[in-house]
């Protein structure tokens, strides 16, 4: 359903990739015949043990520039939902490439990867995106506090999250046992609805999009309003409280 005011945009492909690899704590290498885990534990990020560069060749550099021995390799990471869903797989990011020697000149830290592709799987689509939309995308800025802000909606306001079903096409509510949020991003929020048997996901975009994770709470609170003057007939309605303006304050941690 249109929410009119709001903003219907999503994140591209490449955004969804780089908040994927920004805000990763594992992934699983693929090299050589060899699968490795690297979590982040609690040292930096995951994906900072890896450098991802454009290949000699797409530099237009010869063979003789390259450093040590090239191994095809990728790398995989898994986007899972802080909440208990049914298939709490939300998306697969699969970086291709070529692994490096270390050059400590170039990279102190970690290993080269000489990047090829890299391709996002959502649901039954998959998507190709190269280093150059890659880089120039920004990571979400809500995505590091995704989980907390998610967590403290269920756990202390979750008698927002039927009301916001009034912004939803009746159509979607017949037969629903339950609804769970799945997912924010700065555009909007995603409803998982779940039915006797499979689910469906709605999108309730923000009316204005998110700069930092702080203003998850007023465009929220934007949703609430625009949900309290829709009428709707859903059993889960029925005893709702509606909250007031200072209800919801998402916390970082």
């Given at each position: 359903m249109r929410i009119l005011g709001g903003?219907?945009?999503?994140?591209?492909s490449a955004e969804r990739v780089r908040t994927i690899l920004a805000t990763a704590h594992s992934m699983t290498m693929v090299a050589d015949g060899h699968r490795a885990e690297v979590s982040r534990g609690n040292g930096p990020?995951?994906?900072?043990?890896?450098?991802?560069h454009p290949s000699p060749m797409d530099a237009g550099l010869t063979g003789a520039a390259?450093?040590?021995?090239?191994?095809?390799?990728?790398?995989?990471?898994?986007?899972?939902?802080?909440?208990?869903v049914r298939d709490r797989v939300r998306s697969r990011v699969t970086v291709m490439g070529w692994?490096?020697?270390r050059d400590k000149g170039a990279s102190?830290?970690?290993?080269?990867?000489?990047?090829?592709?890299?391709?996002?799987?959502?649901g039954t689509s998959e998507v190709s995106v190269g280093l150059d939309d890659l880089m120039a995308a920004p990571a979400d800025p809500v995505a590091r506090y995704e989980a907390?802000?998610?967590?403290?909606?269920?756990?202390?306001?979750?008698?927002?999250?039927?009301?916001?079903?009034?912004?939803?096409?009746p159509r979607y509510l017949q037969l629903m046992e339950r609804v769970v949020p799945l997912a924010i991003d700065r555009y909007g929020i995603d409803l998982r609805l779940e039915y006797p048997f499979g689910h469906h996901?709605?999108?309730?975009?923000?009316?204005?999009?998110?700069?930092?994770?702080?203003?998850?709470?007023?465009?929220?609170?934007a949703l609430l309003t625009t949900a309290r003057r829709c009428s709707h007939g859903s059993r889960l309605l029925d005893d709702a409280w509606e909250p007031d303006e200072n209800t919801v304050s998402p916390r970082r941690s």
């Open positions: 903003a219907d945009q999503q994140p591209t990020g995951a994906t900072q043990h890896i450098h991802l390259r450093v040590g021995e090239r191994v095809p390799a990728t790398l995989e990471f898994t986007d899972v939902s802080p909440l208990p692994l490096t020697s102190p830290a970690g290993d080269c990867m000489e990047f090829a592709t890299a391709v996002l799987e959502r907390d802000i998610l967590t403290h909606l269920v756990e202390e306001h979750s008698h927002c999250v039927p009301l916001l079903l009034r912004l939803v096409e996901d709605v999108r309730l975009p923000f009316h204005k999009t998110l700069d930092e994770p702080d203003q998850f709470g007023v465009q929220l609170q």
